[in-house]
């Protein structure tokens, strides 16, 4: 008799810590901090056939986090020589270090603003191909996104 009570007891407390711990797995999901993990995603990337054959190009995608914070801070691609993050202002645009990815947001990289910078082509980029843009992040790491060439006046959706 008091031994079965003892072993409903061990069992209550056991119940007691996992629902205390899954308690802290919620708050710590739902906090959004800039200690949670970021959950990243790639949209629509594309890259528009440069204007002059073999010129500089640009590149552009969406980055939806589902998670807390990050940075992009390095763009590398087999395909090129060069790729540099560009911020547009009003009148003109300057090369920056990183791109905040914000957290449960996105970072778009789109026409009249933030985009990439694309030079040096190790062959030159033609309609119909696929090229490899490694997009660096300060803690998700290395994301490797397969990257359309459209048409120049190509948008997404169109
Ligand atoms: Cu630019």
């Known amino acids: 008799m008091s031994r079965g009570f003892r072993r409903n007891a061990l069992i209550g407390a056991g119940l007691?810590?996992?629902?205390?711990?899954?308690?802290?797995?919620?708050?710590?999901?739902?906090?959004?901090?800039?200690?949670?993990?970021?959950?990243?995603?790639?949209?629509?990337?594309?890259?528009?056939?440069?204007?002059?054959?073999?010129?500089?190009?640009?590149?552009?995608?969406?980055?939806r986090n589902d998670g807390g914070s990050d940075r992009l801070v390095k763009v590398t691609s087999p395909s090129?020589?060069?790729?540099?993050?560009?911020?547009?202002?009003?009148?003109?645009?300057?090369?920056?270090?990183?791109?905040?990815?914000?957290?449960?947001?996105?970072?778009?990289?789109?026409?009249?603003g933030n985009h990439l910078m694309i030079m040096d082509w190790a062959k030159q980029p033609a309609l119909g191909d696929e090229l490899e843009l490694d997009l660096e992040f300060a803690k998700a790491g290395t994301v490797v996104v397969k990257v359309p060439v459209k048409p120049l006046t190509y948008r997404p959706g169109s």
């Open 16 to 63: 007691a810590t996992a629902l205390a711990a899954g308690t802290v797995v919620v708050a710590c999901q739902s906090s959004g901090g800039s200690s949670a993990t970021p959950k990243l995603s790639v949209a629509d990337p594309y890259i528009p056939l440069p204007a002059t054959p073999g010129g500089m190009g640009a590149g552009y995608l969406t980055v």
């Open 80 to 112: 090129a020589g060069s790729v540099t993050m560009h911020r547009s202002t009003e009148q003109t645009m300057e090369e920056v270090g990183e791109l905040d990815v914000p957290a449960h947001g996105t970072l778009d990289l789109a026409r009249g």
